[in-house]
């Protein structure tokens, strides 16, 4: 009786993850797509928040391995994965300057946490991406570029040895 009710425990934990996850994404101000008095600078920010949204719940619905440390694992990356979508897109179109740190904060801790819960399961590790926040969106203007002789970033700073060599 004991181990039959055991191995209902991973199920009932996925039951009560996605219950509790979907319960706050089915009230209005988390309903798909842009809101009606979303003004046409926020629609990109909006579809982008929606499609992490549901990556995010797609990944996490998961089939019980009955392994909890992997059930946990399996809906826990597409959690910070979402976590991390969703702070990039702030970090693209948002322009609080606190927001947008704790935006940046947000993607280096999930991304650690991800890699922290595949090492200790011993999974292979997550192929390196480049990351979504480095493209600026069309209506935004790049920064503006320094000229600079090949590449990186160049200091003019004095060198002591130069002054011995003349």
């Known amino acids: 009786m ?3 009710s055991l191995r209902a ?10 219950l509790a996850i979907s319960a ?32 995010m719940m797609d ?6 391995t009955g392994d909890v440390d992997r059930d946990f694992v399996a809906t826990m990356v597409p959690h910070h994965q979402g976590a991390i979508d969703m702070a990039q897109a702030e970090l693209r179109y948002g322009r609080n300057e606190q927001l947008r740190r704790i935006a940046q904060e947000i993607v280096v801790e999930q991304q650690q946490e991800i890699v922290a819960m595949h090492v200790a399961l011993g999974l292979p590790l997550p192929a390196p991406a480049p990351a979504r926040d480095q493209q600026k969106p069309a209506s935004m203007p790049a920064a503006p570029r ?3 002789p090949g590449h990186g970033m160049q200091m003019n700073m004095p060198n002591p040895m130069q002054g011995e060599q003349q």
Do not use: W, Y
């Not at 991973?10 to 009560?16: G, K, M, R, V, W």
């Not at 309903?31 to 992490?52: K, Y």
């Not at 990944?59 to 019980?64: I, L, V």
């Open 2 to 4: 004991r181990t039959s």
């Open 9 to 18: 425990v991973p199920a009932l934990l996925n039951a009560i993850v996605a």
């Open 24 to 55: 706050p994404c089915n009230s209005p101000a988390f309903a798909a797509g842009p809101q009606p008095s979303a003004t046409s600078d926020e629609a990109p920010f909006l579809a982008e928040n929606d499609a992490a949204m549901t990556r």
């Open 59 to 64: 990944g996490m619905s998961t089939k019980p």
């Open 146 to 148: 320094h000229a600079t």
